[in-house]
């Protein structure tokens, strides 16, 4: 093992690494012209409120002890992924409404600004007593210069709405189309695009089919070699799509 990278993997322009991006952002500092993280944050935990809630927090699927994966502190992250960024990069950080305050908290002290809040509509709401679950939020943030540069499409709403068909088994698995949306209004053809906790590697799929380059990182060997599968096909479509241009 090599400074917490288990395995490496180059696909066409992307690269994956199994391993904590605790231990392998260190080696990455200023790779990354957009960052995008679905963090792995503690859940609603205790009381009888778990025998009410449905989806990921039906008790067929879960403990009711806020924790479907292994949980870092919000004030670790922020500063190796700010490291890990080029100047002038942006960051689309995800969260739920009880992560939202200390997660911007946390990411603000270590050096990013705010940009805008947005939010995912899922349509398909979770049950829960104190009004139904269907909303999830991204934290926009940048690094860099006082007079940061726009998103490429300018008439895009801070309010994005996808019921969204489920591909995987990973537990809080994201939309390929919500990260394309995100990457294609933050980055351009070339640029490198980092997920440090890249789960089944929606981000990695989205970069990839929009022409970016991109990096991600996973420690839990079973969604690490979901994502290396899909990105492989996404890879192998981009090429067969290319070859037949080339021939037409």
Same mark, same amino acid.
């Given at each position: 093992?090599?400074?917490?990278?288990?395995?490496?993997?180059?696909?066409?322009?992307?690269?994956?690494?199994?391993?904590?991006?605790?231990?392998?952002?260190?080696?990455?500092? !200023?790779?990354?012209?957009?960052? =995008?993280?679905?963090?792995?944050?503690?859940?609603?935990?205790? !009381?009888?409120?778990?025998?009410?809630?449905? &989806?990921?927090?039906?008790?067929?699927?879960?403990?009711?002890?806020?924790?479907?994966? *292994?949980?870092?502190? +919000? *004030?670790?992250? !922020?500063?190796?992924?700010?490291?890990?960024?080029?100047?002038?990069?942006?960051?689309?950080?995800?969260?739920?409404?009880?992560?939202?305050?200390?997660?911007?908290?946390?990411?603000?002290?270590?050096? +990013?600004? =705010?940009?805008?809040?947005?939010? +995912?509509?899922?349509?398909?709401?979770?049950?829960?007593? +104190?009004?139904?679950?269907?909303?999830?939020?991204?934290?926009?943030?940048?690094?860099?210069?006082?007079?940061?540069?726009?998103?490429?499409?300018?008439?895009?709403?801070?309010?994005?709405?996808?019921?969204?068909?489920?591909?995987?088994?990973?537990?809080?698995?994201?939309?390929?189309?919500?990260?394309?949306?995100?990457?294609?209004?933050?980055?351009?053809?070339?640029?490198?695009?980092?997920?440090?906790?890249? &789960?089944?590697?929606?981000?990695?799929?989205?970069?990839?089919?929009?022409?970016?380059?991109?990096?991600?990182?996973?420690?839990?060997?079973?969604?690490?070699?979901?994502? *290396?599968?899909?990105?492989?096909?996404?890879?192998?479509?981009?090429?067969?799509?290319?070859?037949?241009?080339? *021939?037409?």
């Amino acid at each position: 093992m090599n400074g917490g990278i288990v395995k490496d993997v180059t696909i066409g322009n992307a690269r994956l690494i199994l391993g904590d991006c605790r231990d392998v952002l260190p080696q990455l500092e !200023g790779v990354a012209d957009f960052l =995008f993280c679905d963090v792995a944050y503690a859940l609603t935990s205790g !009381g009888n409120a778990h025998q009410s809630m449905g &989806g990921i927090f039906a008790q067929a699927n879960y403990g009711n002890d806020g924790l479907l994966m *292994e949980v870092p502190d +919000w *004030e670790e992250l !922020g500063g190796p992924f700010f490291r890990a960024c080029k100047p002038n990069a942006d960051a689309y950080i995800m969260t739920n409404d009880k992560n939202l305050f200390r997660a911007g908290l946390a990411f603000e002290g270590a050096g +990013w600004k =705010f940009h805008n809040l947005l939010v +995912w509509d899922k349509v398909r709401a979770t049950r829960n007593r +104190w009004y139904m679950k269907n909303l999830e939020f991204t934290i926009y943030m940048w690094k860099g210069r006082a007079d940061p540069k726009g998103i490429n499409d300018c008439g895009s709403k801070q309010l994005f709405t996808l019921n969204a068909k489920k591909e995987t088994a990973h537990p809080t698995e994201k939309p390929v189309a919500l990260c394309d949306h995100y990457i294609r209004n933050s980055t351009n053809q070339g640029d490198t695009v980092l997920d440090p906790m890249m &789960g089944s590697g929606a981000a990695l799929v989205a970069a990839v089919q929009a022409g970016r380059r991109a990096v991600g990182i996973e420690k839990n060997p079973e969604y690490f070699a979901i994502a *290396e599968s899909r990105v492989r096909k996404a890879v192998a479509s981009g090429l067969q799509v290319s070859e037949e241009n080339h *021939e037409a």
